[in-house]
């Protein structure tokens, strides 16, 4: 009757995590750090968290850019970051100290920042792929390496972002699948390895947010980057669809508001569940639940299977479901 124990187990998971998980964690004297706010997602996480009564330290590239100035005025201590330079590091750990000074404890980090080149793994430059590692990966690891001897005694949490792109990897998209397939990696690891000291680890995915964020504004520009380093072989087999693709998808995204109104409530909402929850679940999708369901089955089988569902366009289909108007 081994199917019983699996039921009750099923009905016990369900309670927990809709009752047991409800309850919220106080803000008071509590730091929140976003990394990438200078647009989308970093910059409506940072202003949400800031008004859900956390201390927000939110990094970004432009110190007196558009966003910066946004989340000053709204009671954000800004600070500049570049995760492809640690030394930029001593900047935030310095603010971080100052605020344990005025009794303002780090509770948690959130990894935001990133950046993405459309494009195909062959076309993309050394430069194209070394920024996307750097950022996406290997800085969010190594920031969060230097937070954790403060986030381990306060026994607070990390937050990842990831994508569905880091669980179903497409083409044209190579080098960002990888680093969001390493940061999912990265914090189910990190996960384990923090659990005997009361930390939580939170992955959250949002879902099909070009259009809003930002993060495709210089596709057009990059492509055009690519075309003009590449070999010669690749300029004669690829030239016009590089061409084609970058004036299409300069026309589609880069007239895109840097700073405008992330507008995803459904996003927010499991954001907010993985900061403020005293028991946060392992992952959260701002995906509907059809979506996530589709790409939770797709993870199951096998890949031969799912490389006919992406070559036939069902994958891109099925997120057409999570679009953000």
């Given at each position: 009757m081994w199917w019983i124990g699996v039921g009750v187990g099923v009905v016990v998971g369900v309670v927990w995590r809709n009752v047991v998980g409800r309850g919220e964690v106080g803000v008071?004297?509590?730091?929140?750090?976003?990394?990438?706010?200078?647009?989308?997602?970093g910059l409506s996480l940072a202003r949400h968290a800031r008004r859900w009564g956390f201390?927000?330290?939110?990094?970004?590239?432009?110190?007196?850019?558009?966003?910066?100035?946004i989340l000053r005025r709204e009671g954000v201590v800004v600070v500049?970051?570049?995760?492809?330079?640690?030394h930029t590091f001593t900047t935030l750990t310095t603010t971080l100290h100052n605020l344990h000074l005025d009794n303002q404890e780090l509770w948690c980090l959130v990894n935001n920042a990133g950046v993405?080149?459309?494009?195909?793994?062959?076309?993309?430059?050394?430069?194209?792929?070394?920024?996307?590692?750097?950022?996406?990966?290997?800085?969010?690891?190594?920031?969060?390496?230097?937070?954790?001897p403060t986030l381990r005694r306060n026994k607070g949490r990390v937050v990842m972002v990831s994508s569905p792109t880091g669980q179903v990897g497409t083409a044209n998209m190579t080098v960002y699948c990888a680093t969001k397939a390493g940061i999912e990696g990265f914090t189910h690891a990190l996960r384990r390895e923090l659990a005997?000291?009361?930390?939580?680890?939170?992955?959250?995915?949002?879902?099909?947010?070009?259009?809003?964020?930002?993060?495709?504004?210089s596709t057009g520009v990059q492509l055009?980057?690519?075309?003009?380093?590449?070999?010669?072989?690749?300029?004669?087999?690829f030239g016009a669809a590089m061409t084609e693709a970058g004036k299409a998808l300069?026309?589609?995204?880069?007239?895109?508001?840097?700073?405008?109104?992330?507008?995803?409530?459904?996003?927010?909402?499991?954001?907010?569940?993985?900061?403020?929850?005293?028991?946060?679940?392992?992952?959260?999708?701002?995906?509907?639940?059809?979506?996530?369901?589709?790409?939770?089955?797709?993870?199951?089988?096998?890949?031969a299977w799912v490389d006919v569902l992406v070559a036939h366009g069902i994958y891109s289909w099925v997120l057409g479901f999570a679009k953000n108007k």
């Open positions: 008071r004297g509590r730091v929140v750090v976003v990394t990438g706010c200078d647009s989308g997602i201390t927000v330290v939110a990094t970004v590239l432009q110190e007196e850019g558009a966003a910066a100035d500049m970051l570049d995760l492809r330079h640690h993405m080149t459309f494009g195909q793994c062959e076309w993309q430059t050394t430069a194209q792929v070394t920024a996307q590692v750097q950022v996406n990966l290997a800085g969010a690891i190594h920031l969060t390496s230097t937070l954790l005997p000291s009361g930390m939580s680890v939170v992955l959250v995915r949002p879902c099909n947010l070009p259009n809003r964020t930002g993060i495709m504004r055009r980057e690519m075309l003009e380093n590449a070999a010669e072989e690749t300029r004669q087999d300069e026309q589609a995204f880069g007239g895109v508001e840097e700073t405008q109104e992330l507008r995803d409530d459904r996003l927010m909402h499991c954001f907010r569940c993985a900061l403020l929850s005293t028991h946060p679940r392992l992952s959260y999708s701002a995906a509907p639940w059809p979506v996530t369901l589709a790409l939770d089955l797709m993870q199951c089988l096998p890949s």
